[in-house]
């Protein structure tokens, strides 16, 4: 039975009594935890699965977090991260130095958290003083005849260095590194003679360079503090050097040592730690993306790294990036990314994610339990300490909680985009700030609900306009054979907006069966056609015994030029050609959405709450009479957040809303007759179309 549904079941009115506060500010004291730890309220299972995969400490165990935008993916993850990160112990630092037994190739060493730094101001001052005194060093060394006055000093100053390195446990200082160092330099000065140059130079300025200083510096690559936990870092914008370092470059004329050019990318600063990407910023680099996966899948496979010059195609430091070590590095990757660019690239790229055993799903949507909404407010409360905006009242908590049921079209159930309810709270804030009110209120956040449809309408008002000014004809008013309104869903983003089209059908004798013109002209989409091939089957179904139906029947969406798509119009397709066959007029200011199956059964559809809004407004627009509503299916009762204005305009009788369970239901509604009585003046005209096609076209005989 088709059923009229009240004013009270057309949304979910979240009760303001289950709330224990007058406004928001009582929250912060009640709970003072953050705002993310709310949202993980939320996400429970997700933190569960986070959580745990960041207490594995092997290798290996990466994680995945597959969410949509806006469902605090980052936020929530680099919150749990930084948790996890303060149980673990401080990294190490990494230090480039110069190796003097092998022609200056990089030597990679680690050292404990702020040694690093220690070295590098050692080795500066130790290079400060030695440049001061070499002069004198030298004249020394001449005068005497014997390096011993220079090697004294250089034992002192070592000596220094290594007492400096308070970090560093004594038998971990790199005792070798310091004696190739003093042997390089003694060396280097007891085969050097003073000589004069013909414009008398010294070849002593020539020595009192970077290119012979430079090599006893030490280039601290990454930098931690002894005081600091394991490091977490987020990069927002991945690229090749971002993530795996470079060389940085150099003029012909520089005399910087290439060792000293060496810079860190974000996975050797992340060693000992965690890494957060996002999966879209690596595929949406069209020139390096392959790139980056490619050398990405291959760390994590080796557990290694090779700065690489990855700036130029220039084959300057060549010579260095061949000589480079493999510097281990232990990092845990947190990548995210949405479901379907997930299972993109697994079907590209399988063996990429077996490298990320730790899968973390965030819900698009949660149960409206008292404790979800409870998080939600202290949410809110948290958000608008955040933003030093003003406090929300419990009636706009409510009303912001219904809105949040509205982004997902469910009674039952709560969106998790936190992002857009943050931007709705700040929205109804700068609304409360208008009116100079102290608290935001109800009125403000439908306010602020109103300002934003205002913002996205143009296109809605503009095809609304058309109908009114009858360019698309829409008749909202009295009967008629054949046609139909059926309401489409047009999502441009923001401009999300439900519009009536028209449906209309003719029969005629032949033995096509159901023709739709859209697809006879290739503007239909394949879930259209699936639709329409199901209302054929529940056609000939209906009427068995008079198969095969001698029966052509035409469909088409009228002034449609874009192209349709999705089954949601079938039920409207069906009563069209039923009133077509039957003779039986339909009512043209009932609206029907409803996608049906084989055995006449009516299915949910998307879209619902912004389909009749969009009908409403023109029904409006054109003059409200009392006849005019939609007729829906019983199966999506529990999507209705329809908005005031509809549900007032129900409460006056200007306008009706009504489900239906089967296509039984609909044509009952639509036309006042049972779908018995339609279906024996059909076979009447199927009967006759028989007849017609006997007498023109004579079987011949076998």
Same mark, same amino acid.
């Given at each position: 039975?088709?059923?009229?549904?009240?004013?009270?079941?057309?949304?979910?009115?979240?009760?303001?009594?289950?709330?224990?506060?007058?406004?928001?500010?009582?929250?912060?004291?009640?709970?003072?935890?953050?705002?993310?730890?709310?949202?993980?309220?939320?996400?429970?299972?997700?933190?569960?699965?986070?959580?745990?995969?960041?207490?594995?400490?092997?290798?290996?165990?990466?994680?995945?977090?597959?969410?949509?935008?806006?469902?605090?993916?980052?936020?929530?993850?680099?919150?749990?991260?930084?948790?996890?990160?303060?149980?673990?112990?401080?990294?190490?630092?990494?230090?480039?130095?110069?190796?003097?037994?092998?022609?200056?190739?990089?030597?990679?060493?680690?050292?404990?958290?702020?040694?690093?730094?220690?070295?590098?101001?050692?080795?500066?001052?130790?290079?400060?003083?030695?440049?001061?005194?070499?002069?004198?060093?030298?004249?020394?060394?001449?005068?005497?005849?014997?390096?011993?006055?220079?090697?004294?000093?250089?034992?002192?100053?070592?000596?220094?260095?290594?007492?400096?390195?308070?970090?560093?446990?004594?038998?971990?200082?790199?005792?070798?590194?310091?004696?190739?160092?003093?042997?390089?330099?003694?060396?280097?000065?007891?085969?050097?003679?003073?000589?004069?140059?013909?414009?008398?130079?010294?070849?002593?300025?020539?020595?009192?360079?970077?290119?012979?200083?430079?090599?006893?510096?030490?280039?601290?690559?990454?930098?931690?503090?002894?005081?600091?936990?394991?490091?977490?870092?987020?990069?927002?914008?991945?690229?090749?050097?971002?993530?795996?370092?470079?060389?940085?470059?150099?003029?012909?004329?520089?005399?910087?040592?290439?060792?000293?050019?060496?810079?860190?990318?974000?996975?050797?600063?992340?060693?000992?730690?965690?890494?957060?990407?996002?999966?879209?910023?690596?595929?949406?680099?069209?020139?390096?993306?392959?790139?980056?996966?490619?050398?990405?899948?291959?760390? $994590?496979?080796?557990?290694?790294?090779?700065? =690489?010059? +990855?700036?130029?195609? !220039?084959?300057?430091?060549? @010579? #260095?990036?061949? &000589?480079?070590?493999?510097?281990?590095?232990?990092?845990?990757?947190?990548?995210?990314?949405?479901?379907?660019?997930?299972?993109?690239?697994?079907?590209?790229?399988?063996?990429?994610?077996?490298?990320?055993?730790?899968?973390?799903?965030?819900?698009?949507?949660?149960?409206?339990?008292?404790?979800?909404?409870?998080?939600?407010?202290?949410?809110?409360?948290?958000?608008?300490?955040?933003?030093?905006?003003?406090?929300?009242?419990?009636?706009?908590?409510?009303?912001?909680?219904?809105?949040?049921?509205?982004?997902?079209?469910?009674?039952?159930? $709560?969106?998790?985009?936190?992002?857009?309810? =943050?931007? +709705?709270?700040?929205? !109804?804030?700068?609304?409360? @700030? #208008?009116?100079? &009110?102290?608290?935001?209120?109800?009125?403000?956040?439908?306010?602020?609900?109103?300002?934003?449809?205002?913002?996205?309408?143009?296109?809605?008002?503009?095809?609304?306009?058309?109908?009114?000014?009858?360019?698309?004809?829409?008749?909202?008013?009295?009967?008629?054979?054949?046609?139909?309104?059926?309401?489409?869903?047009?999502?441009?983003?923001?401009?999300?907006?439900?519009?009536?089209?028209?449906?209309?059908?003719?029969?005629?004798?032949?033995?096509?069966?159901?023709?739709?013109?859209?697809?006879?002209?290739?503007?239909?989409?394949?879930?259209?056609?699936?639709?329409?091939?199901?209302?054929?089957?529940?056609?000939?179904?209906?009427?068995?015994?008079?198969?095969?139906?001698?029966?052509?029947?035409?469909?088409?969406?009228?002034?449609?030029?874009?192209?349709?798509?999705?089954?949601?119009?079938?039920?409207?397709?069906?009563?069209?050609?039923?009133?077509?066959?039957?003779?039986?007029?339909?009512?043209?200011?009932?609206?029907?959405?409803?996608?049906?199956?084989?055995?006449?059964?009516?299915?949910?559809?998307?879209?619902?709450?912004?389909?009749?809004?969009?009908?409403?407004?023109?029904?409006?627009?054109?003059?409200?009479?009392?006849?005019?509503?939609?007729?829906?299916?019983?199966?999506?009762?529990?999507?209705?957040?329809?908005?005031?204005?509809?549900?007032?305009?129900?409460?006056?009788?200007?306008?009706?809303?009504?489900?239906?369970?089967?296509?039984?239901?609909?044509?009952?509604?639509?036309?006042?007759?049972?779908?018995?009585?339609?279906?024996?003046?059909?076979?009447?005209?199927?009967?006759?179309?028989?007849?017609?096609?006997?007498?023109?076209?004579?079987?011949?005989?076998?």
């Amino acid at each position: 039975m088709q059923k009229i549904l009240t004013p009270q079941e057309l949304t979910l009115n979240v009760a303001r009594q289950q709330f224990n506060f007058a406004d928001t500010s009582a929250l912060i004291a009640e709970a003072p935890d953050s705002a993310q730890y709310q949202a993980w309220v939320a996400q429970a299972e997700a933190k569960k699965a986070a959580e745990f995969g960041l207490s594995i400490q092997q290798t290996g165990f990466n994680l995945l977090a597959l969410g949509e935008p806006g469902s605090g993916r980052t936020t929530l993850m680099l919150s749990v991260m930084h948790e996890a990160a303060k149980k673990w112990p401080a990294a190490c630092d990494l230090v480039a130095l110069y190796q003097f037994e092998a022609s200056g190739k990089p030597l990679f060493i680690k050292l404990p958290a702020g040694a690093g730094t220690q070295l590098k101001q050692a080795l500066d001052t130790f290079v400060r003083v030695f440049a001061k005194e070499l002069a004198s060093l030298l004249d020394a060394k001449v005068q005497q005849n014997s390096i011993t006055p220079l090697q004294t000093f250089i034992d002192e100053q070592l000596n220094t260095v290594k007492a400096s390195l308070t970090l560093i446990e004594p038998d971990k200082i790199p005792a070798h590194y310091f004696s190739t160092l003093q042997k390089d330099i003694l060396e280097t000065l007891e085969t050097w003679q003073p000589t004069t140059g013909p414009e008398g130079e010294s070849n002593l300025e020539a020595l009192m360079s970077e290119s012979f200083f430079g090599r006893y510096r030490a280039n601290v690559l990454v930098e931690h503090h002894a005081t600091q936990h394991a490091p977490v870092l987020y990069d927002n914008d991945p690229s090749l050097q971002s993530l795996f370092g470079g060389i940085e470059g150099a003029s012909e004329a520089s005399n910087i040592p290439d060792f000293m050019r060496l810079r860190a990318g974000n996975l050797m600063r992340a060693d000992g730690g965690t890494l957060l990407l996002h999966l879209r910023d690596i595929l949406a680099d069209e020139q390096n993306g392959a790139h980056i996966l490619e050398k990405l899948h291959r760390f $994590l496979r080796n557990g290694t790294l090779q700065i =690489e010059d +990855l700036s130029s195609s !220039s084959n300057q430091g060549s @010579s #260095l990036i061949s &000589a480079q070590a493999a510097i281990p590095v232990s990092v845990k990757i947190v990548l995210i990314t949405t479901r379907e660019d997930y299972y993109e690239l697994l079907g590209v790229k399988p063996d990429f994610f077996d490298y990320f055993p730790i899968k973390i799903e965030f819900a698009d949507q949660v149960k409206a339990s008292a404790e979800n909404y409870a998080a939600y407010a202290s949410f809110i409360a948290h958000k608008c300490q955040q933003h030093h905006c003003r406090h929300v009242t419990a009636d706009a908590v409510a009303a912001l909680l219904q809105a949040m049921h509205r982004l997902i079209e469910d009674q039952t159930r $709560l969106s998790t985009k936190f992002a857009v309810l =943050e931007k +709705l709270l700040l929205e !109804s804030a700068a609304a409360a @700030s #208008l009116r100079g &009110a102290e608290l935001v209120t109800i009125e403000d956040v439908k306010s602020a609900i109103q300002r934003k449809y205002a913002r996205h309408s143009y296109i809605e008002a503009h095809m609304r306009d058309s109908i009114v000014d009858k360019e698309l004809i829409i008749s909202v008013h009295g009967d008629c054979i054949g046609q139909i309104n059926g309401l489409t869903h047009i999502d441009l983003s923001e401009a999300s907006f439900g519009s009536p089209v028209r449906i209309s059908a003719n029969c005629y004798p032949g033995s096509r069966g159901v023709l739709t013109i859209d697809r006879e002209v290739k503007m239909s989409g394949p879930t259209h056609d699936k639709g329409v091939m199901i209302l054929q089957s529940w056609l000939h179904t209906n009427f068995a015994h008079l198969n095969p139906l001698n029966l052509t029947a035409s469909l088409v969406f009228e002034q449609e030029y874009s192209g349709v798509d999705g089954d949601s119009a079938s039920c409207a397709e069906l009563f069209a050609l039923l009133s077509s066959l039957a003779q039986v007029p339909i009512k043209q200011g009932i609206a029907v959405t409803g996608a049906m199956n084989q055995h006449g059964e009516v299915l949910p559809v998307g879209g619902l709450n912004e389909k009749i809004e969009g009908y409403f407004r023109v029904c409006k627009e054109i003059g409200l009479d009392g006849n005019q509503g939609v007729l829906m299916p019983e199966r999506n009762m529990r999507h209705l957040m329809l908005s005031d204005e509809v549900i007032q305009a129900v409460e006056q009788g200007q306008f009706h809303i009504a489900t239906m369970n089967n296509v039984a239901d609909g044509i009952q509604y639509l036309t006042g007759h049972s779908l018995q009585s339609v279906n024996v003046m059909a076979e009447v005209v199927l009967k006759d179309f028989k007849i017609i096609l006997e007498t023109n076209f004579p079987k011949r005989p076998a």
